[in-house]
């Protein structure tokens, strides 16, 4: 389905990933944790060409492009596989719900108003915003805000959906709000990549589960393998922090 080949990247001599291999299934859905400045995003960012790779290739479906000399079309076809969702939620301010969900259809795909306003009323709805079609952003707490980012990102009917930490700007609250929906989602066999720092939901959710730092893949496997019985050193010190309440011999 999604196959990521010794993928690179760059910021001048600053190496944020180095030689990355990533094989996602159709209807899996991976987690990916790991510290700040580990390269999560840039994964997620260059998947979809947000950030143009140095080297490798990226395959999605029965399209391979390789990263060094990818063509416009190449880029047009990646992004038409993929929708993200952001950290900020990314809407239009000036824009309603239903309007920043429609605009995709109505730009990118081409749709008619109406058949761009069908389709996104019926995911505003799925994320249960049902009631909040003409509230704009402001109106909207950062829970429901996401939620939005949500409907946009499965109105495009992709591939595969890329969650850059969709909750950490939101209050603890907001949180599960925004977990269920993705929970939700995962159920319907949607293809997923979630970068976040949610390990309960990376527990129950994810179908596979990698730790990356430095650029690179440390280790990858099951949740049950990485949360209950990782191997490596650099995974064990890391889980130690962030889940407390299990037990690993370092």
């Not at 992004?79 to 000036?94: G, P, S």
């Not at 995709?104 to 505003?124: D, F, H, N, T, Y």
């Not at 109105?155 to 950490?168: C, G, H, K, M, Y």
């Not at 990549?193 to 949610?198: A, L, P, Q």
């Amino acid at each position: 389905m999604i196959k990521v080949n010794r993928l690179s990247k760059a910021f001048g001599k600053n190496e944020v990933l180095q030689s990355i291999d990533l094989s996602v299934e159709k209807g899996e859905v991976v987690v990916i944790l790991g510290p700040s400045g580990s390269g999560k995003t840039t994964l997620l960012r260059c998947i979809n060409f947000l950030e143009k790779p140095n080297g490798g290739e990226i395959t999605i479906g029965d399209h391979t492009v390789n990263c060094k000399r990818p063509s416009k079309l190449d880029i047009h076809i990646l992004r038409r596989k993929t929708a993200m969702v952001f950290q900020h939620y990314n809407l239009f301010k000036h824009k309603t719900a239903l309007e920043n969900v429609m605009e995709g259809l109505i730009i990118v795909q081409k749709l008619s108003k109406e058949k761009a306003k069908e389709i996104s009323v019926q995911m505003l709805e799925k994320v249960g915003l049902g009631s909040k079609l003409d509230a704009y952003p402001s109106r909207l707490s950062g829970g429901q805000q996401q939620r939005v980012g949500i409907a946009r990102a499965l109105a495009l009917n992709p591939e595969v959906i890329l969650f850059d930490e969709p909750t950490s700007s939101l209050d603890p609250e907001l949180v599960g709000e925004v977990l269920s929906v993705i929970r939700k989602i995962a159920r319907e066999g949607i293809t997923m990549i979630v970068v976040t720092h949610e390990m309960g939901f990376a527990r129950d959710v994810a179908n596979h589960v990698v730790f990356m730092e430095g650029g690179v893949i440390v280790e990858e496997g099951k949740p049950s393998e990485i949360f209950y019985a990782p191997k490596e050193e650099r995974t064990k010190q890391f889980l130690s922090r962030i889940t407390p309440e299990l037990s690993y011999t370092i």
